[in-house]
């Protein structure tokens, strides 16, 4: 069976984590596409020495492997800006779009999270969502996880972030017309999930 799960919305909305436990639920694969631009980040930022080269960074891409999506650091702030910027070079978005694409139509199923997997990498897939939240609770989220910056900090980095990735002119952030919103602000994470598994289910039946 093929069936892909398109997940998009801004940083600490909560897709990942719906989309891990989504592909859990229903045995699919599960691809965090932003660790693609993370790895490509972190790694241009070493080899230029802080400074991001658009070609270089594409050649990185061309040459990603699945296990340099496995290295300690893409969680971090440093590689999430990164990743924001590396995403907006299309060279590296072209050179990345394959890799995506084959995981998505893969045999068995596929849970995909990002910021265009449902309007630009699988306009075609049978279930697709956007994840968003308030500023503050994704900051709130944000911070707890980072455990060092205030949460202010955490704040103007993610609006800087959400305005970079809905503006750039490749591929930008924004939901799919046929996207479920789902709306994480006061919602746990059992009932995000919940909702989100009712919805690809819906779906599943419709095939």
């Given amino acids: 069976m093929i069936f892909t799960v398109a997940i998009d919305g801004p940083a600490a909305a909560g897709k990942g984590t719906i989309g891990r436990a989504v592909a859990g639920h229903f045995g699919f694969a599960h691809l965090d596409t932003g660790l693609l631009y993370r790895a490509v980040g972190v790694q241009a930022l070493a080899d230029g020495r802080g400074v991001i080269d658009p070609h270089w960074s594409a050649e990185l891409a061309r040459r990603l492997q699945p296990e340099d999506l496995e290295r300690g650091d893409l969680r971090t702030a440093r590689a999430g800006q990164a990743a924001s910027k ?102 746990s994470i059992d009932a995000a999930v919940a909702r989100a598994v009712a919805f690809v289910e819906s779906r599943l039946s419709e095939r």
């Fill in 86 to 187: 590396v995403a907006a070079m299309p060279e590296v978005r072209a050179a990345l779009l394959d890799f995506q694409k084959r995981f998505a139509r893969r045999e068995g199923g596929a849970v995909l999270d990002g910021r265009d997997i449902g309007t630009v990498i699988c306009p075609e897939a049978e279930a697709k969502l956007f994840v968003t939240a308030a500023d503050e609770a994704r900051a709130g989220r944000r911070q707890a996880e980072l455990k060092g910056p205030t949460l202010q900090e955490v704040l103007a980095d993610l609006r800087l972030r959400d305005a970079r990735d809905a503006g750039r002119d490749v591929a930008p952030m924004r939901a799919a017309k046929d996207a479920l919103l789902l709306d994480t602000t006061d919602l």
